[in-house]
């Protein structure tokens, strides 16, 4: 299966560097840089197969980017992309949650419990993909942890790797999930 993730474009908190979370923030009036970069992926996702279904999250901020490329009749809303839980870290600076959790956000993510554990997370993405197995392709307008999420999974099977890398806001990934037992 394949699947294109675009996470969400950016939102005051993501300006401001505070967690958002499972918060409900609306996304920033797109600017000119950010269309162009709508603009070329846009034409990149014109370039691949129709996709099977185009999901979005609870969160409106996915509904709005999807709506902003072109995808707001499409759009299935699907509660297992919603954005990992940041807990009493929602709303406060990034930079917070890291001082508290150490090393163990990039070397053992699946240790961590914020305002869900972390493993929890990485059960949404699994049953995310078996959901859907049986289409060719997805199109995911989605969140960061829950993106790198998705990659640590078709990359090692597990979320242990997700935070070795940043998904920027609306940056476009492909993911290819090969038959590995799940």
């Known amino acids: 299966m394949r699947i ?3 996470r969400h474009l950016p939102t005051l908190f993501n300006a401001e ?3 958002q979370g499972r918060r409900d923030e609306p996304i920033l009036p797109p ?3 950010m269309k162009r970069v709508i603009g070329a992926n846009r034409r990149r996702l ?3 197969p129709v996709f099977d279904r185009v ?4 969160l409106r901020r996915t509904a709005m980017t999807a709506q902003a490329y072109g995808y707001s009749e499409q759009k299935e809303v699907e509660p297992l992309l919603d954005e990992l839980a940041f807990g009493h870290f929602e709303g406060r600076p990034r930079s917070e949650m890291l001082a508290e959790v150490g090393s163990r956000w990039i070397e053992a993510p699946q240790t961590l419990v914020l305002g869900e554990p972390m493993e929890q997370l990485g059960e949404r993405v699994r049953q995310l993909i078996l959901k ?3 289409l060719d392709s997805l199109l995911i307008f989605g969140h960061g942890a829950w993106i790198r999420a998705l990659i640590a ?3 090692h099977g597990g979320i242990e790797s997700m935070n070795r890398n940043e998904i920027a806001n609306n940056e476009l990934t492909c993911i290819t999930l090969g038959g590995a037992p799940l």
């Open 46 to 48: 014109l370039d691949m």
């Open 55 to 58: 999901l979005v999250s609870r």
């Open 4 to 6: 294109v993730a675009i």
């Open 31 to 33: 600017t000119a840089a």
């Open 153 to 155: 999974f078709a990359e």
């Open 17 to 19: 560097g505070l967690l």
């Open 132 to 134: 859907y197995r049986g």
